[in-house]
């Protein structure tokens, strides 16, 4: 004989057939949380709330794994759903038996408000500890799913969608958009829309597009005096000096002058103290590493200057901290300057400049409102010229490249001095003369 269950009984599994559903969704909503805080592009400021050791420990691991541990948590959050769904159409008779209405919306209510309510939450910066705790499960999660994940990204990547840094893209271009309709309407001027537009590209542009090249350094024998260090100083107004050995290529220190103040302290003749006696220890970097990370390197080694090497080891340039801030706020010039310094740009008309070779084309695209390539390769207009013409041009030369007519103004020593841009009508491959 079939045996009916006892009231307490069937309390019991329904309590138990109400809380699953229950559990899944918070999961599934917590799950959402770590997938918002994994791929949001301020991720670093939302992980603030973290000591320092433990937030720069967190970063590490979670950079290592980010894809796939954001596409781990969208699957769980997928599966929660999916899996109170079926419980709920299972088990809708026993919990409601007279009207399955009541408990489909609730649990709709409560499903919207977690799944919807706790991302949101962590990406305004709050609850981010709580979710993080489940952080630790997520990684032990992502092990199993990994195939899964490996070919969700395959399958993705092979019809073209790059989902992560189309979010990052789309989220600067509509606060690049922001700020220029507020510069339109008067509530924001050209320099502060420059300034966010320039904070934006930050993360984005590496030490090669922001150092000092190496033709435009200031360098001094290793084996010189201290008084031939005063004199460079004095006439090019550098309070650093780059120390070489040999030749630029072999940087050995930099020498500060402030420290000669100290020198004529403690010696009689400080002036022929050798360079190489006084010199610091240099800090290099290579050409590709990122202006965030190197401000911060600078900033935590208390130092201002860094050597820019290239892939084959030899001096590519110089950057210092003002140019790291000079990207941010456009140039700062100090008393020390020379006047002819900054680059030459001239706008004759509003389909024609007059600029400098050094100019670089993301600056001259912003400025001219055209779309010259941003090759990997160059980043200046004179890197662009010389790879189209695969010469060092003449005075004269001139260049059609679209829309967009060079010609080559002055040429001194191999350097492009000065280009006349012209916009015309007529469109065409690129032409030289």
């Given amino acids: 004989m079939r045996r009916h269950p006892t009231p307490h009984l069937r ?37 603030d709330v973290l000591p320092r050791a433990r937030q720069e420990k967190l970063e590490q691991r979670i950079e290592e794994t980010s894809e796939h541990l954001i596409a781990t948590a969208g699957l769980l959050r997928l599966a929660c759903v999916v899996a109170t769904a079926t419980l709920l159409i299972q088990h809708t008779e026993l919990l409601a038996p007279t009207s399955k209405w009541p408990v489909w919306a609730g649990a709709a209510l409560f499903a919207g408000i977690l799944l919807e309510g706790i991302p949101s939450f962590v990406s305004r910066g709050r609850g981010v500890r709580l979710v993080l705790l489940a952080l630790p499960l997520l990684r032990l999660l992502s092990i199993p799913l990994r195939p899964i994940t490996i070919l969700l990204h395959s399958t993705l990547r092979f019809l073209g969608a790059e989902v992560g840094q189309r979010m990052q893209d789309q989220l600067a271009a509509d606060l690049v958009e922001v700020a220029r309709r507020q510069e339109r309407e008067r509530e924001l ?48 107004g550098h309070s650093r000096i780059l120390v070489y050995e040999e030749d630029v290529d072999h940087i050995c220190g930099v020498y500060y002058i402030k420290d000669s103040l100290e020198l004529f302290e403690k ?14 220890k240099p800090y290099f970097v290579p050409e590709t590493m990122r202006v965030p990370a190197l401000f911060e390197e600078l900033r935590r080694r208390r130092t201002h200057l860094a050597v820019v090497v290239d892939e084959y080891g030899g001096t590519a340039g110089v950057v210092s901290m003002e140019d790291l801030m000079e990207e941010i706020v456009g140039e700062i010039e100090d008393e020390h300057d020379p006047e002819d310094e900054s680059l030459f740009f001239e706008k004759i008309g509003p389909d024609e400049l007059c600029v400098d070779g050094r100019f670089g084309l993301a600056d001259l695209n912003e400025e001219f409102a055209c779309n010259l390539p941003e090759d990997e390769d160059f980043d200046t207009l004179a890197g662009l010229l010389f790879d189209r013409l695969g010469c060092i041009p003449k005075t004269n030369q001139t260049l059609r490249l679209d829309d967009l007519s060079f010609q080559v103004l002055e040429v001194d020593d191999r350097r492009i001095r000065k280009v006349r841009i012209l916009r015309t009508s007529q469109t065409s491959d690129d032409s030289l003369s």
């Fill in 189 to 236: 001027d050209e320099s502060e829309r420059k300034m966010i537009a320039h904070v934006i590209e930050l993360p984005e542009t590496d030490a090669a597009e922001v150092m000092t090249p190496r033709t435009d350094l200031t360098a001094i024998s290793a084996d010189s005096n201290i008084e031939e260090a005063l004199r460079i100083s004095r006439e090019d």
């Fill in 267 to 280: 010696h009689a003749n400080p002036s022929e103290l050798l360079v190489k006696s006084q010199m610091r």
């Fill in 11 to 47: 309390g019991v599994v329904i309590s138990f057939k109400l809380i699953l559903p229950a559990l899944l969704i918070l999961f599934g909503a917590i799950a959402g949380g770590l997938r918002s805080l994994l791929s949001s592009p301020i991720r670093g400021s939302l992980l």
